[in-house]
């Protein structure tokens, strides 16, 4: 069966850094998009930044130049680097694949697995 298993969430302070981690098995890494997403207490899970089977990537301008995506087939991996985190980043982080090779989609209803998300939590 398909798993995602995110690491590396953890306390950090403001305007310092941190990498998320999220392996995947039980599908065929080049051929799923994969996403990140977030959920803060009492909001909806909100769409993060993601990169395609063939490596575009896909993000709102809130995060441009602060958070990027990658990606290392060898080891079924998708990163999440976050740079000058703020309070407001506290949330859970959830990684996430659907099967599309050439593209990612921004709606979390369109993916088709998850992990058991991690805890990021930016203190001022």
């Known amino acids: 069966q398909v798993q995602l298993v995110e690491s590396g969430g953890g306390l950090v302070q403001a305007g310092g850094s941190l990498r998320l981690s999220c392996t995947a098995s039980?599908?065929?890494?080049?051929?799923?998009?994969m996403g990140w997403f977030r959920q803060a207490p009492g909001k909806e899970r909100e769409f993060v930044i993601a990169?395609?089977?063939?490596?575009?990537?896909y993000y709102p301008d809130s995060v441009k130049g602060r958070i990027t995506i990658s990606r290392d087939s060898a080891k079924n991996t998708v990163y999440l680097q976050m740079n000058s985190l703020k309070p407001e980043d506290t949330a859970v982080y959830y990684c996430?694949?659907?099967?599309?090779?050439?593209?990612?989609?921004?709606?979390?209803?369109?993916?088709?697995?998850w992990g058991q998300g991690t805890q990021v939590t930016v203190s001022s």
């Open positions: 996430a694949a659907q099967e599309r090779a050439y593209s990612a989609s921004y709606d979390r209803r369109e993916y088709d697995y």
């Open positions: 039980g599908l065929t890494f080049r051929t799923y998009a």
């Open positions: 990169i395609s089977g063939s490596g575009s990537t």
